[in-house]
């Protein structure tokens, strides 16, 4: 910048000298249109703003318009993206036949007669057409256990679409068995109804003779006997062959083996009852040749 402006003093210099004793036209002398020259600069000699850059808003406005319709549209593709994503992995974890249970991948254990594998799987069998994902272990868990007989329930799932439900079904606590009837129907601890079924073994399950299988379940007679036998060490209710209880306060049992009857009376202090029965019943120094062990009032057992 500075050169050029040198230059062009020497050259009106010159244009002197030459001239400096002739006229001089001044209309052959260099032009230097400085306006032009100054709006064509944007700085000084040393570096010093001269004047302002002339801004397009027109083009700006332009500008800006298209940068914010790419950056609109760039925003929109990725939310498109990751609701697309976001549909994918709900439709493939919790709708595709990846995950889904159905009824052939079911595997029940532990059932027994009492207990049927056929009740086992169809309470399973609710959770059928869901994925593994959705299926509720906790309400298969639940509805197991208001099964009479149950007394434990596990629910596994074994992915991608297997489900392993495993109960620990117990022995019924007694046999109801009316004397004109073959059928015997088992009931747990609470008296609640196993299952009836027709010459099923009772070894080592007391049988109560009921007149009336119905009636007798809401009997506090029999189920004062069903409380009292339940609870009943199994090498001691093993050995029951027949169970009697004509009122809720005379519950009697008879052990096969020995031939001595057991008068309980209710199920009142049965821990301090089961103590003094296991420890004379089978002692032959204290029953001696009596046949009725009586403690009704366990403070004051009787022999007969």
């Known amino acids: 910048?500075?050169?050029?402006?040198?230059?062009?003093?020497?050259?009106?210099?010159?244009?002197?000298?030459?001239?400096?004793?002739?006229?001089?036209?001044?209309?052959?002398?260099?032009?230097?249109?400085?306006?032009?020259?100054?709006?064509?600069?944007k700085t000084g000699s040393f570096g010093m703003m001269t004047r302002p850059h002339i801004v397009d808003f027109r083009e700006r406005l332009k500008e800006r318009k298209s940068t914010y319709l790419h950056f609109t549209f760039r925003r929109l593709i990725a939310i498109l993206l990751v609701i697309v994503t976001i549909s994918i992995m709900v439709w493939l974890l919790f709708f595709s036949p990846l995950f889904r249970l159905t009824a052939d991948d079911i595997s029940v254990a532990g059932?027994?007669?009492?207990?049927?594998?056929?009740?086992?799987?169809?309470?399973?069998?609710?959770?059928?057409?869901?994925?593994?994902?959705?299926?509720?272990?906790?309400?298969?868990?639940?509805?197991?256990?208001?099964?009479p007989g149950v007394t434990e329930a596990k629910v596994v799932k074994d992915f991608p679409h297997s489900l392993y439900v495993t109960v620990h079904a117990q022995r019924p606590a007694a046999m109801l068995k009316t004397s004109d009837n073959t059928m015997l129907t088992a009931v747990d601890a609470k008296g609640r109804v196993l299952n009836s079924v027709a010459h099923a073994s009772t070894q080592g399950i007391p049988v109560i003779e009921v007149v009336?299988?119905?009636?007798?379940?809401?009997?506090?007679?029999?189920?004062?006997?069903?409380?009292?036998?339940s609870s009943l060490p199994e090498s001691l209710r093993s050995r029951i062959t027949k169970v009697s209880a004509k009122t809720q306060d005379s519950v009697e049992t008879e052990l096969g083996d020995v031939k001595r009857t057991i008068v309980w009376g209710n199920a009142s202090q049965l821990e301090l009852k089961k103590a003094i029965v296991t420890k004379i019943i089978d002692d032959s120094s204290k029953i001696g040749n009596k046949q009725r062990l009586d403690v009704s009032a366990p403070v004051r057992p009787i022999l007969k």
């Not at 040198?6 to 010159?14: D, F």
């Not at 059932?111 to 994902?133: D, G, H, P, R, Y």
């Open 111 to 147: 059932s027994n007669e009492w207990v049927s594998e056929e009740k086992i799987a169809s309470i399973a069998s609710t959770q059928v057409n869901k994925s593994l994902f959705l299926v509720s272990s906790q309400e298969v868990i639940n509805q197991l256990n208001d099964i």
């Open 212 to 229: 009336d299988v119905q009636r007798s379940l809401n009997n506090c007679a029999v189920l004062e006997a069903v409380k009292i036998v």
């Open 1 to 41: 910048m500075m050169s050029q402006r040198t230059t062009q003093m020497r050259i009106v210099h010159n244009h002197h000298e030459q001239h400096q004793d002739k006229f001089v036209d001044a209309r052959n002398l260099p032009g230097l249109d400085f306006v032009k020259k100054t709006l064509s600069q």
